[in-house]
């Protein structure tokens, strides 16, 4: 693995048109502290906090897998209009440790996410995705990019995708992101002061985001993860302990204002006069 150098540039954005509810550090720390031992538990744990903020009846979907017992957990905040950005996080974890880093860090920002961007018109709408059996050949996110029809597949702006958060400041893993995506990513980080790093995990493994490379999605990954901390995926030291918590709450930050920025950069469909 390689370590890159800093991406983040100091363009700042204008601040009167990025608006989002910020969740507080207690909240997003409560979340994260709820991962549960058994996938199952995960899921239905993700359902409650998804529930709690608001997302119910038909915006949450539990989507079956064909051959895994735990589904997909599909959660929609609709926009103005039908183009879609995917926030995707897998839900499941190995039997080392208790999987709070890798990847219910991940999992339980995605209602912190939602709650952010829930009050605001959007001109995208979101869609927060919990993958199931990412561990097991990325069955879950496999299974729902194979089943989007071509017209599905075009109204989707972008994917990010988020695994292991909090063992150091934001990282994006830049050689497989989308160029365009990773320089937006650059400048919010810069607007915002908050820090962002580039570094490449090409050598540690897989994500979710690889189910979409095929089919013309753009894509990126935010994790945290370095040199120095990847021996704590997949192993006993992978626990609420190993989270910075500082970081983790700045990563929050800095990807709740990058998906407000982003739905308003890319481009959508003109919306419904
Ligand atoms: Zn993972």
């Not at 109204?155 to 909090?166: E, H, K, Q, Y």
């Not at 990773?182 to 490449?200: D, F």
Request: charged share 20%.
């Amino acid at each position: 693995m390689k370590l890159l150098a800093l991406i983040a540039t100091a363009a700042a954005l204008n601040a009167q048109t990025v608006v989002f509810h910020v969740v507080p550090q207690e909240t997003v720390l409560a979340r994260l502290h709820q991962a549960a031992r058994n996938n199952q538990d995960r899921e239905s744990a993700l359902k409650k906090l998804f529930e709690e903020t608001g997302c119910t009846g038909q915006s949450l979907e539990e989507q079956p897998v064909k051959h895994v017992k735990i589904p997909n957990l599909i959660c929609t905040l609709p926009g103005q209009t039908e183009s879609r950005i995917l926030v995707t996080a897998h839900t499941d974890h190995v039997k080392e440790g208790d999987g709070t880093v890798d990847n219910w860090s991940g999992a339980s920002m995605l209602p912190d996410l939602y709650e952010s961007l829930r009050d605001t018109p959007r001109r995208h709408t979101f869609v927060f995705i919990g993958f199931t059996q990412e561990e097991e050949g990325l069955t879950g996110s496999r299974f729902y990019a194979k089943g989007l029809t071509p017209g599905e597949r075009a109204r989707i702006t972008a994917l990010v995708n988020m695994d292991s958060l909090g063992l150091s400041p934001t990282a994006v893993w830049l050689s497989h992101a989308d160029p365009e995506l990773a320089k937006m990513a650059g400048r919010v980080a810069g607007a915002t002061k908050l820090p962002l790093q580039a570094v490449n995990v090409d050598q540690f493994g897989e994500s979710d985001a690889e189910s979409f490379a095929g089919l013309h999605i753009r894509s990126i990954t935010f994790h945290s993860v370095t040199q120095q901390t990847m021996g704590i995926l997949h192993s006993n030291q992978d626990t609420f302990h190993a989270i910075h918590v500082d970081d983790y709450y700045a990563s929050y930050r800095l990807l709740t204002a990058y998906l407000a920025w982003i739905d308003k950069e890319l481009d959508a469909e003109k919306p419904p006069p």
